[in-house]
């Protein structure tokens, strides 16, 4: 970590309890809420956020068991839902720190209901283990295929020391223009539910929605959403409904390393693919691919200088990128940068933009910042 490099994302941290608040009005308080905070949560310091909001959240997702050992490590005694089905070698730590694991077939419940009893499992005290098994309604990743899903949980149900604590799926396409895809997938996980019921079982906790999901589609949210990209900010993408109103938590700035004056026809960074037309001058921010400021920025971004918008110009490189500053009287090294987020004029470029720039998602552009980038908190009280 680089604390005192010229380059850092402010991380508003009441931003984002702001923004979980808002999910919560949007689904009401029927249905629980998992704040999805893995990858860091989303390139945003998982253990900082995960302290600002853990009381306003009733379960944590993960991607994998060793982040959510962290988080238990760290204190925290939320129920934790690692995404990711875990491999056999892995169930010690899922037994060890209480973690409950996304299952994508049976073998992998016999195998933690073995563990289990080699671990010396006392059926009489201790309670069962949960496991949420996830039906693959339409993704194509994770999960039981629908239409043998119901058998699974069944069997699952049978095995000693575990318990089906959930039942959950994942929409591939719920931030489309066009739902239709995401209700049938929703077809699918009513008629696995109807089927288990059937057979006298319970599902346990149902869940699907992630954000645009959770925001959009009242008949997804179930028993439980799994929102990660609202609470950061961001819309995932145009087709949904921003009426909830949420705000980019993380701002990327940096200071200017070096201004200087360049004569016309002066090239510009490497490839020498941009040409200045004009005497120039020129600013040089010391952030580049190697912060996540990626090269497919190139040609197309811009920074906020003194409540303007300015041209990246030129390629970016691994730790630098050049920005026009023509008519900015004065500028010089030091001044503050903004690349992401609002400066003190009020202008801002949202986190959706910058995907815009690099033909990208949202999700991508904060989970690419790299660790070099260091994070300064606001509002951790
Ligand atoms: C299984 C699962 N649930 C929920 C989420 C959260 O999605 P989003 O960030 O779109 O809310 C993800 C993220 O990819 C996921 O993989």
Redesign the pocket.
Known sequence: MYPNRPVWAEVDLQVILDNLRRVRERIGPAVRLMA?V?SDAYGHGKLEVVEKIHRWCDWL?VSFIDEGVELRQAGYDLPILC?VSPLPDELDAVIKYGLTPTVSDLAIVRALSERLEHWGWDAANAPPREVHLKVDTGMGRLGVWHAQAAGTAAAIAALPGVKLGGLMT?FPLADGADKSFTREQIRRFDAVVDELRGRGLGPGLRHAA???A?LDIPESRYDMV?????LYGSY?SEHVDRSVGLQNALTLRARLAVVKRLPAGTTISYGRRYRLERETTVGVLPVGYADGWRRSLTGRAEVIFRGRRRPIIGVICMDMCLIDLENCPNARPGEVVTLLGRDYSGEVIRVEEAAGWMETIP?EVTCALSERVPRHYLGSR
Do not use: E, M, Q, S
């Open positions: 999805v893995k997702g995404l994942h992630n954000t645009a959770a799994r929102p990660g990209l609202a995932p999700y």
